[in-house]
């Protein structure tokens, strides 16, 4: 099993398998569904991204752990552990099983309910590493945006956008803005905004122009 105890990236965790102490926020869960067990001191669980709650942490077995030695399933939970979910930076210490790691578990298996989570246009928006420096902390869909207009009166602003899908080249998104800008540039929160890559000479970033 691999040692590292360092924290890992949103981009390292999401769809991966990963062993994690039973601490205050996993008991908790637990506990309240009467599903601690006492031969138990870990659980076995899956990153996923939900696209408004961000990148959580579904419990899917608990098992002994050991040094040197993969862990052993004390239960599986039905359903993949459905219901049992809390959110990634709630879930406490964990270290990330290797896909042989999870294969030797017999982790591997299809997940259908994962079909759910990941429609096609939000995986391709997923896969794209250029945008990860925008990404918000958890919530792995929404990006750090300019928001401007052509007016010289309006002073662009920092927003924040939810991704929703991209255009067939890849040059342009769509998505809902999470905010309410401070000065009225003609488009409100839960709106839709088309975010475009930008460049100065600062470097790239993403941009959004009110009323295009």
Request: proline residues 4%; hydrophobic residues 35%; negative net charge.
């Amino acid at each position: 099993m691999n040692d590292e105890t360092t924290p890992y990236s949103d981009r390292e965790i999401i769809y991966r398998w990963a062993i994690a102490e039973l601490g205050p926020a996993i008991s908790s869960l637990l506990s309240a569904k009467g599903l601690m067990r006492p031969d138990a001191d870990g659980c076995i669980g899956f990153f996923y991204i939900d696209h408004e709650e961000g990148i959580t942490f579904r419990i899917h077995s608990l098992c002994r752990t050991g040094a040197g030695r993969l862990p052993e399933i004390v239960v599986e939970f039905e359903n993949h552990g459905e219901g049992l979910i809390l959110p990634s930076d709630e879930v406490g210490a964990y270290t990330l099983l290797s896909n042989d790691e999870a294969n030797r578990l017999s982790l591997l298996e299809e997940q259908r309910w994962l079909i759910y989570y990941e429609p096609e246009l939000l995986r391709t928006i997923r896969n794209r590493t250029d945008l990860d420096r925008f990404r918000a902390p958890v919530y792995f869909d929404d990006v750090s945006v300019i928001l401007y207009s052509n007016s010289q009166e309006l002073i662009p602003e920092g927003v924040w956008v939810r991704l929703e899908s991209q255009s067939d080249d890849g040059a342009s998104f769509r998505g809902t803005l999470l905010n309410e800008p401070y000065s009225d540039f003609g488009v409100h929160e839960g709106e839709i905004v088309t975010v475009t890559f930008a460049e100065d000479e600062e470097g790239r970033f993403l941009v959004a122009e009110a009323g295009a």
